[in-house]
Nanobody, 124 residues
Framework: QVQLVESGGGLVQAGGSLRLSCAAS????????VGWFRQAPGKEREFVAA????????FYAASVKGRFTISRDNVKNMVYLQMNSLKPEDTAVYYC?????????????????WGQGTQVTVSS
């Protein structure tokens, strides 16, 4: 398995932006489909965005499409989630996941490796 470490979370006002980073170690990241998920208190973990290996096709949850952008830098073994126009309902712990079996409308069970998460809090 690949080891994943997220960073970049924090407290931001509504309408603001954050960029989350996911650093991979243990093996190359470029051959892995990677996703971002989030979990708010009392709620189930939900899909946010995914990027495929190879050409880097992307897929987004409807709730974040147009506001969030997932990208990857295979040279640096990094995946990013640029989050703009943040809303209070975006508040959650955000998790990076790798070794995905699909990038199109994936579920959490489609991914084999997970990071520890980073907290994002959006104040109103």
């Amino acid at each position: 398995q690949v080891q994943l470490v997220e960073s970049g979370g924090g407290l931001v006002q509504a309408g603001g932006s954050l960029r989350l980073s996911c650093a991979a170690s243990g093996r190359t990241f470029s051959s892995s489909t990677v996703g971002w998920f989030r979990q708010a208190p009392g709620k189930e973990r939900e899909f946010v965005a995914a990027i495929s290996r190879g050409v880097g096709s992307t897929f987004y949850a409807a709730s974040v499409k147009g506001r969030f952008t997932i990208s990857r830098d295979n040279v640096k073994n990094m995946v990013y989630l640029q989050m703009n126009s943040l809303k209070p309902e975006d508040t959650a712990v955000y998790y990076c996941a790798a070794d995905g079996s699909t990038w199109y409308a994936p579920q959490a069970t489609d991914f084999g490796s997970w990071g520890q998460g980073t907290q994002v809090t959006v104040s109103s």
